[in-house]
T-cell receptor, first 110, second 115 residues
Framework: SQKIEQNSEALNIQEGKTATLTCNYTNYSPAYLQWYRQDPGRGPVFLLL?????KEKRKERLKVTFDTTLKQSLFHITASQPADSATYLC?????????FGPGTRLSVLP | NAGVMQNPRHLVRRRGQEARLRCSPM?????VYWYRQLPEEGLKFMVYLQKENIIDESGMPKERFSAEFPKEGPSILRIQQVVRGDSAAYFCASSQETGSYNEQFFGPGTRLTVL
């Protein structure tokens, strides 16, 4: 069955450093992959999408990579700020597949 | 352009009662998705609907749960004879289309508490 794993439930980093979050999937081949941010008590918010034929995508301080051979996506936040503290969800998508990863809770310490 | 609206934001029910959760998608969106999130757990897909049609309900329990998206009005997620295990946050999302890279826009969620 399809499985999505995200590195560690929680990740603590110092302000100004780069945060790297990992998303691994097994038993399917997504055509694209989305990343969402979720703050406590709120619904997820879409951040970035990367297609299977794209290696890398950037948006301001965010960068996403997608390696279909490794079945992995990396999500980077450069020059991290306390306001980046949230849970980040990956969602590898294939057709009508609406599965989300369990999320990684990022805490950026001042 | 208002985002996805959900109401009520908080709902308290006693065991055995019915819970009705409403979702109004973003203007121009004809696809609605319902998810459930237990405390400290990930989002679990429940059901995907288009206007007047259930497209995929593979994540929805077969008993007590039902969903609809009528031609007019909001999408409704109905839980009959609620039990304590139904306590969770229920999120609705909408999109313009599916399978074509469209992002999902989420509502603020309805937090259901079953006493």
């Amino acid at each position: 069955s399809q499985k999505i794993e995200q590195n560690s439930e929680a990740l603590n980093i110092q302000e100004g450093k780069t945060a790297t979050l990992t998303c691994n999937y097994t038993n399917y081949s997504p055509a694209y992959l989305q990343w969402y941010r979720q703050d406590p008590g709120r619904g997820p918010v879409f951040l970035l999408l990367i297609r299977e034929n794209e290696k890398e995508k950037r948006k301001e301080r965010l960068k996403v990579t997608f390696d279909t051979t490794l079945k992995q996506s990396l999500f980077h936040i450069t020059a991290s700020q306390p306001a980046d503290s949230a849970t980040y969800l990956c969602a590898p998508r294939s057709g009508q597949n609406f599965v989300f990863g369990p999320g990684t809770r990022l805490s950026v310490l001042p | 352009n208002a985002g996805v609206m959900q109401n009520p934001r908080h709902l308290v029910r006693r065991r055995g009662q019915e819970a009705r959760l409403r979702c109004s998608p973003m203007k121009g969106h004809s696809h609605v998705y319902w998810y459930r999130q237990l405390p400290e757990e990930g989002l679990k897909f429940m059901v995907y609907l288009q206007k007047e049609n259930i497209i995929d309900e593979s994540g929805m329990p077969k008993e007590r749960f039902s969903a609809e998206f009528p031609k007019e009005g909001p999408s409704i997620l109905r839980i009959q004879q609620v039990v304590r295990g139904d306590s969770a946050a229920y999120f609705c999302a909408s999109s313009q289309e599916t399978g074509s890279y469209n992002e999902q826009f989420f509502g603020p969620g309805t937090r259901l508490t079953v006493l």
